[in-house]
């Protein structure tokens, strides 16, 4: 057998991640190994922890990248936080807080779900009622924008609900972060986890994650030890000097140069403003809402709970969804991603996240889009999308 050097083709990313990686962060990849002791890389993961408060806006002192991706973060708030015999509400709107199910009870704990349909936000009074009926519940977890529906749910007012019942907040926040505010301080979150590939613009497989100073307490206080090695905080404080006192100890080998990556990918974050960034969202998506509604097409979620950066789009009557998104691949190298779940089918989700929420993948997705409906004779309206996403991008 012989073997050659694998050359992935160039793709335009607007799936609901990875996202387009900007060439400044792919070189930063590529830089010299140094040991992940070294004096130089410290220095840099210093820099890192404050680019990472910044991104989450909070100044949580337990803040730092999980070497492993976003479902690691996920694990990581569950097995510190939660001990076995913990009752935990989970909302389940989507894909991701049922994932947040299997955690709780992995960790030996019961999950109490408050569900609302999947294209709706948690509802607030179901999960206050869910609180009253079960006093003592240990934490509220939450996706706070569910990457399966496009749905942004109102993380102030369910973390608020939380700490007024004692609890503490969860929250998924892998795709809002950047993309949307998320404001961990002002909304006194206690612990979240995010992901690299989504807004953030970096290669896959870390994920940052912050906890309060309550969450802190209840990890240092535990009766029991954190079932996984790995993922364990108390272990981990002392490898990123989390705990204070500067020595770091060896845990493991941290993932070095995407570290370096993620590192550069929050330089340009700080150099755009995160204000900019959100702006940046909310206008792409709004031009490609534009071009979409010249075509007759509608978004699924209901307009004040869209997601700029994950647009959930509802497939004509009759039209093959999976044949348009094999067509946007082969024909222009444009990914989307299909329905998951109990939208398998009926919806494409087109990303709009971090580098790919740019003004030439808009136009470039909704001519495309076009083409191919109008060759597949789908019962599209004869807009001018292109011309309908340029008004707004011009302002
Ligand atoms: C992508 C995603 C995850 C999982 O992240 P991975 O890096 O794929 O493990 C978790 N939650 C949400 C909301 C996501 O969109």
Redesign the pocket.
Known sequence: MTVSSFHPPQRILMG??PSDVHPRVLQALGRPIIGHLDPEFVMMMDEMKGLLHYAFQTTNQLTLPVSA????G?EACFVNLIEPGDSVIVCVNGV?GM?MVENVERSGATPITVEDDWGKPIDLNKLEDALKANPGVKAVAF?H???STGVQSDAAAIAKLARDHDALSIM?C??SLVGTPVLIDEWGIDAAYS?T??CLSCV??I?PITFSERAVERIRGRNSKVQSWFLDMNLIMGYWGAGGGGARSYHHTAPINSLYALHESLVMLKEEGIENSWKRHKLMHNALKAGLEALGLSLMVEEKYRLPQLNTVTVPEGVDEAEVRRRMLADYGIEIGAGLGALAGKVWRIGLMGQSSNASHVTLSLAALEGILKDLNAPIANGDACGAAQKVLLG
């Open positions: 609901p991640g991706p976003g479902s690691a996920m991701f994932r996706v924008a569910e990457t998924d892998v795709t992901g590939q989504k896959p497989g994920s």
